[in-house]
């Protein structure tokens, strides 16, 4: 990888790791098959649910590093040592199982395409609430260029994630961290266009997760990728 391209894509997941700490608890993603256990959700949302730290079946959890030490015996290991590498790891772990076949190797380039996936699922979801948004008569006027700005943002996301995967069919490395960067600048646009007008966005919680997984995939991209 280009050193450059490396140096920028730090500087922007920098960026990243700011704003995504101020979030609160993420929205679920979209409903999707997979070989998730019941077992781990319960405990993910509980997670979410609690003030730190974290209780579960009688168990404090002071550190992630304890919840990942519980997880159930379901979640593959190898799963859980790729995601306890990234920024988000309990999010890491939701967003990609129900992407992973039961028989797909567990390795970051496959955990990285289900990333990516859930990636294109919650920006689905989130231009589906803004077109919605601002299609509505009662929203108001001034509302609605942000709107459309949200817009123009998640399909700039979703042309990123073709090109990402492009990159890795490819096997281009500089290519897919330069595509995975990105969105890390283009994750920020709708909250930020938000902020600007002073308004409380109405899909920040949706932005909140598409910034932890946007995050989790360019280190898994950028780190722990080889071709």
Known sequence: MGINHFIIALISLTCLFSFSASTNAPLPLSDAS???SSELHDMIEVMFESPSPFAFDGTTLESIDDVLSILPGSVDPALQKICGNTDHPVECIKATIPFLDEKT???PLSVLKAG???MDNQTKDALAEVTKLSMEPTT???VVPILQKCIDVY??????DQKSLEA???RNLVQL???LGANVENVLGCDNAFKQAKLESPIKKMDAMLAKI???TLTIGVDMVHF
């Not at 399909?155 to 990123?160: A, E, M």
């Open 214 to 216: 946007v995050s989790n």
């Open 155 to 160: 399909n700039n996301i979703l042309n990123s």
């Open 34 to 36: 997979g070989p998730a």
């Open 177 to 179: 961290s330069i595509e």
């Open 116 to 118: 990516i996936e859930a």
């Open 168 to 170: 890795i069919s490819n």
């Open 140 to 142: 108001p006027k001034n």
């Open 105 to 107: 190797p567990i390795e």
